[in-house]
């Protein structure tokens, strides 16, 4: 008993930080997830030419609270015939794959969960992909047409466009040679230029698979609502209904995440190598500033006292910011005999701000999109996968290999790199259109009827 | 210590999972069985640092392999599938595998230490909180001493894949 006491002791005396930090994570992601509903409701309503929440808090801030509580208390529906175990894990599933994968992301040079694994980026991947499994058993144990229609969709749909998602992280990977996180940034910050500028044909491929994969419109065939109710989370309510969204949404900041990490340079802030840049890192609190000094301004519109107080808390807040993210920036300035003590400080805090601000650039992209480009029909989602997408991967794997080689030969770096990898993209693109003009020529000819809509509905 | 526990952890799972999964009646649950085999697995994988094996496992099998299955099974209608026998009655040719496996199993014991390690990779040695770097390692033996076997494996893959696509195209 003593030793198996002492042994997990050992272990927590290793590993206290990363557990802390996951528990951490587990913690906050329900309150960041519903603060990103939030914001997607804003700015659909913004994009609408409407107000969108503005009855609960101060323009709607304590919304996701009080939806968090309303689906908390909701009553929990299992169908009569449904298979219950399976219905159970159903969504536990989905979330649990979805904030595993979450541990291997790096959001600064210091902070990630699972330190420094060497297959990070695989890792990150392969288990945010198991999540598919739990939308399948979902809609398989719902017992119910229009759940098994979405579960089908989302399965075929998940296996269509992994291929093309891989490829791409393949093409980006050649690059660095390494599947290590902090590496591949460190590579990026090495070349001077970020991996989108190198492989845009392999970001442009990620991004529209990462669509698919997290079944975000236009690509949201699993759960559309004009056709199948809401798919495979029909017969899904209350609690469980919740966790398959906050499924869904942490699906969204991983392969945010991962865009960011492997196309748009993680961490590191832009221009992070050029001397007379170096002012920009006076723009992130800066921005706080102007959000916290705004806030005040609009503390005297509120109705209320108790939203006036709320409106001055998230001023404050946004200072307290501002002020964190200031002090490694300024101190230095002041005291020059500081800076290198502040200097883990500055990487750390100011990387997790860019890290931040780029993933929610990509996730803003998803919902500028998800208003704007209405739903696929599933034989055009299908096409676009098979007979676009991955030939242009596969294509763009093969040029950009030998872009490197071409490179390599003629000692090129950095920004150098362009000159053989722009030819290489662009020669991608042409090939891909290339073989979906012949193939359309093809099916004009066999003048066939509509394309197999099994899946259809 | 750690490392036994948590070898009779995975295994244990693997085991019993494994077991279920070949007397489950639904379908649906066997192949939750079998993922769960399979995950397990990847923990043993893990658990003996070979961490590549272990996220290619569940890249593959799991999140590849599994999905079409259960894919697949969605489209078979249970109901009709649970009034069938469910076990073929084909004992003597399950006893004749049975045997030959246990066979197999018994001379790795028996030759266990006498194997040729050539060509197999090795492992640089780093720090002790560290996992050796076997990414590398697995693509370096593949490339180099194992070319050949895996370039014919490849080619029985892409010869598998055209017959696939043949066999599914429509005869005009």
Same mark, same amino acid.
């Given at each position: 008993?003593?030793?198996?006491?002492?042994?997990?002791?050992?272990?927590?005396?290793?590993?206290?930080?990363?557990?802390?930090?996951?528990?951490?994570?587990?913690?906050?992601?329900?309150?960041?997830?519903?603060?990103?509903?939030?914001?997607?409701?804003?700015?659909?309503?913004?994009?609408?030419?409407?107000?969108?929440?503005?009855?609960?808090?101060?323009?709607?801030?304590?919304?996701?609270?009080?939806?968090?509580?309303?689906?908390?208390?909701?009553?929990?529906?299992?169908?009569?015939?449904?298979?219950?175990?399976?219905?159970?894990?159903?969504?536990?599933?989905?979330?649990?794959?979805?904030?595993?994968?979450?541990?291997?992301?790096?959001?600064?040079?210091?902070?990630?969960?699972?330190?420094?694994?060497?297959?990070?980026?695989?890792?990150?991947?392969?288990?945010?992909a198991?999540g598919i499994f739990g939308i399948v058993l979902g809609g398989w144990a719902s017992n119910s047409h229009y759940s098994l229609m979405g579960a089908l969709r989302s399965s075929a749909q998940l296996v269509s466009y992994e291929t093309a998602a891989g490829m791409a992280?393949?093409?980006?990977?050649?690059?660095?040679?390494?599947?290590?996180?902090?590496?591949?940034?460190?590579?990026?910050?090495?070349?001077?230029?970020?991996?989108?500028?190198?492989?845009?044909v392999a970001?442009f491929t990620y991004l529209v698979a990462s669509i698919a994969e997290t079944n975000r419109a236009p690509f949201d065939l699993p759960e559309a609502e004009s056709e199948l109710v809401a798919g495979y989370m029909t017969e899904?309510?209350?609690?469980?209904?919740?966790?398959?969204?906050?499924?869904e949404?942490?699906n969204?900041?991983?392969v945010?995440?991962?865009?960011?990490?492997?196309?748009?340079?993680?961490?590191?802030?832009?221009?992070?190598?050029?001397?007379?840049?170096?002012?920009?890192?006076?723009?992130?609190?800066?921005?706080?500033?102007?959000?916290?000094?705004?806030?005040?301004?609009?503390?005297?519109?509120?109705?209320?006292?108790?939203?006036?107080?709320?409106?001055?808390?998230?001023?404050?807040?946004?200072?307290?910011?501002?002020?964190?993210?200031?002090?490694?920036?300024?101190?230095?300035?002041?005291?020059?005999?500081?800076?290198?003590?502040?200097?883990?400080?500055?990487?750390?805090?100011?990387?997790?701000?860019?890290?931040?601000?780029?993933?929610?650039?990509?996730?803003?992209?998803f919902?500028w999109l998800r208003f704007t480009i209405p739903r696929y029909r599933f034989d055009q989602l299908m096409r676009l996968g098979w007979h676009f997408l991955i030939p242009l991967s596969i294509i763009n794997v093969l040029?950009?290999?030998?872009?490197?080689?071409?490179?390599?030969?003629?000692?090129?770096?950095?920004?150098?790199?362009?000159?053989?990898?722009?030819?290489?993209?662009i020669l991608a693109l042409v090939a891909a259109f290339l073989i979906l003009a012949i193939e359309k020529q093809h099916d004009a000819r066999q003048e066939q009827t509509a394309a197999s809509d099994f899946y259809a509905g | 210590?750690?490392?036994?526990?948590?070898?009779?952890?995975?295994?244990?799972?693997?085991?019993?999972?494994?077991?279920?999964?070949?007397?489950?009646?639904?379908v649906v649950?066997?192949a939750?069985?079998?993922?769960?085999?399979? @995950? %397990?697995? !990847? *923990?043993?994988?893990?658990?003996?640092?070979?961490?590549?094996?272990?996220?290619?496992?569940?890249? $593959?099998? &799991?999140g590849g392999i599994m999905v079409l299955f259960v894919f697949v099974i969605m489209l078979v209608n249970l109901d009709v599938a649970?009034q069938q026998?469910?076990?073929?009655?084909?004992?003597?040719?399950?006893?004749?595998?049975? @045997? %030959?496996? !246990? *066979?197999?199993?018994?001379?790795?014991?028996?030759?266990?230490?006498?194997?040729?390690?050539?060509? $197999?990779? &090795?492992?640089?040695?780093?720090?002790?909180?560290?996992?050796?770097?076997?990414?590398?390692?697995?693509?370096?033996?593949?490339?180099?001493?194992?070319?050949?076997?895996?370039?014919?494996?490849?080619?029985?893959l892409l010869v598998a894949m055209i017959g696939a696509v043949v066999m599914a195209k429509k005869r005009t």
């Open positions: 008993m003593n030793a198996a006491l002492q042994a997990t002791l050992e272990f927590l005396k290793l590993y206290w930080a990363p557990l802390l930090c996951g528990v951490a994570v587990v913690a906050i992601l329900p309150l960041i997830v519903g603060y990103i509903v939030l914001v997607e409701r804003k700015i659909m309503a913004d994009m609408q030419a409407r107000l969108g929440p503005m009855r609960v808090g101060p323009h709607g801030l304590l919304q996701p609270i009080a939806d968090a509580v309303k689906l908390l208390i909701k009553e929990d529906i299992i169908p009569e015939n449904a298979d219950k175990l399976v219905f159970w894990l159903a969504p536990v599933l989905s979330v649990g794959a979805g904030l595993l994968s979450l541990a291997g992301l790096a959001i600064g040079p210091a902070f990630q969960i699972a330190q420094d694994i060497n297959i990070g980026i695989l890792f990150v991947v392969g288990i945010s198991l992280l393949v093409s980006a990977l050649l690059f660095t040679g390494t599947l290590n996180i902090k590496s591949i940034v460190e590579a990026q910050s090495k070349e001077g230029i970020w991996f989108v500028l190198l492989a845009p970001f899904f309510s209350g609690f469980r209904w919740s966790l398959y969204f906050l499924a949404y942490t969204m900041i991983v945010a995440s991962v865009a960011t990490t492997l196309f748009l340079g993680g961490w590191l802030r832009p221009f992070a190598g050029v001397p007379w840049l170096n002012f920009l890192d006076y723009v992130p609190p800066l921005l706080l500033i102007a959000i916290g000094a705004y806030s005040v301004l609009r503390v005297t519109k509120q109705p209320t006292q108790v939203q006036q107080l709320f409106m001055l808390a998230v001023a404050g807040l946004c200072f307290v910011v501002a002020l964190v993210l200031a002090a490694p920036v300024v101190l230095p300035v002041i005291r020059p005999a500081l800076r290198e003590a502040v200097a883990p400080f500055y990487a750390g805090i100011h990387g997790g701000f860019w890290f931040i601000f780029k993933v929610s650039l990509y996730i803003y992209f919902m040029l950009v290999g030998v872009a490197l080689i071409v490179g390599a030969y003629f000692h090129l770096h950095g920004w150098g790199l362009l000159l053989v990898t722009t030819p290489a993209a | 210590m750690l490392d036994k526990v948590l070898f009779y952890f995975f295994a244990g799972i693997a085991v019993a999972s494994a077991a279920f999964m070949v007397t489950r009646r639904n649950h066997s939750i069985f079998l993922i769960t085999a399979l @995950l %397990a697995t !990847a *923990g043993i994988f893990l658990q003996l640092r070979a961490e590549f094996l272990f996220i290619v496992q569940i890249i $593959l099998y &799991v649970l026998i469910q076990f073929a009655r084909q004992k003597w040719v399950a006893l004749i595998v049975a @045997l %030959a496996l !246990a *066979g197999q199993v018994g001379v790795m014991f028996w030759t266990s230490g006498k194997m040729p390690g050539q060509g $197999l990779p &090795v492992l640089t040695a780093v720090a002790a909180n560290r996992l050796p770097l076997n990414s590398e390692a697995v693509a370096k033996s593949l490339f180099s001493s194992y070319l050949l076997p895996f370039e014919i494996a490849s080619v029985l």
